[in-house]
C-alpha cells in the first residue's frame, strides 16, 4: 500500500472514532452550550465568505460538512505522514493523539481566529473547547495506530498470503 492510500484509509478510519467523540460529548453538555458543532459553523462561515450558496436542504448541510470535514481530516493526516519521523519517538497511538492535540491548536488557536471565523477558541466556552479538544486527541490516536498497522502490515492483513513487510 503506497503513502498516499495508507493516508486516506488511515484518516477515513480515524474520523469514526472522532465523530462518535464529538456526538457523545456534545449529548453531555448542557442545552445552553448545545449550538452547531465547528465543523458546521466554519463550512457555513466559510460558504457566507466566498458568496457561495448554503446547502438547500439539512441533509446536504450534513453530508457537506462531513464531507469537508473528512477533507481536512485527510488534508492533516498527510502532514502527519510527512512529519512522522519527526514527531517523538513514543507508542504511535501517542504520538498520534499529541499531534491531534497539535491539530486543534493551531486550527482553534491559530488560522481559525486569523481569518476571522466564530469557531475561535478564543471565543468558545470551556466545555466545547474540552469536547473539541478531546476529540482531536481520540482522531490523532485513531490517526497513528491505523496509520502504522497499514505501513507495517500494509495489503498483507488483508489477503494473509504476502509477508508484511516491517517498515520503520
Known amino acids: 500500500m503506497n503513502t ?17 467523540a464529538m456526538m457523545n460529548l456534545y449529548d453531555r453538555l448542557s442545552p445552553s452550550r448545545k ?4 465543523p458546521a459553523t466554519l463550512l457555513e462561515q466559510t460558504l ?5 450558496p448554503s446547502p438547500s436542504t439539512p441533509e446536504r448541510k450534513t453530508d ?6 473528512f477533507a481536512y481530516g485527510f488534508a ?4 502527519y505522514s510527512g512529519l512522522r519521523h519527526a514527531l517523538p519517538r513514543v507508542s504511535p497511538t501517542v504520538r498520534g493523539g499529541l499531534f491531534g492535540l ?15 471565523f466564530r469557531a475561535s477558541a478564543y471565543r468558545t466556552p470551556p466545555s466545547r473547547n474540552g469536547l473539541m479538544i478531546l476529540a ?14 497499514f505501513r507495517r502490515e500494509g495489503e498483507a492483513m ?11
Open 4 to 20: 498516499l492510500q495508507n493516508t486516506f484509509w488511515s484518516s477515513l478510519i480515524a474520523a469514526g472514532p472522532m465523530t462518535l
Open 64 to 69: 457537506l460538512t462531513m464531507l469537508s470535514h
Open 136 to 149: 482531536h486527541v481520540v482522531w490523532g490516536m485513531s490517526l497513528g495506530s491505523a496509520e502504522d498497522k
Open 76 to 79: 492533516a493526516a498527510l502532514l
Open 158 to 168: 488483508w489477503d494473509g498470503q504476502r509477508k508484511a513487510p516491517l517498515a520503520e
Open 48 to 52: 457566507q465568505k466566498t458568496n457561495l
Open 35 to 38: 449550538s452547531p458543532l465547528p
Open 102 to 116: 497539535g491539530v486543534w491548536g493551531v486550527g482553534y488557536m491559530g488560522w481559525i481566529p486569523a481569518f476571522g
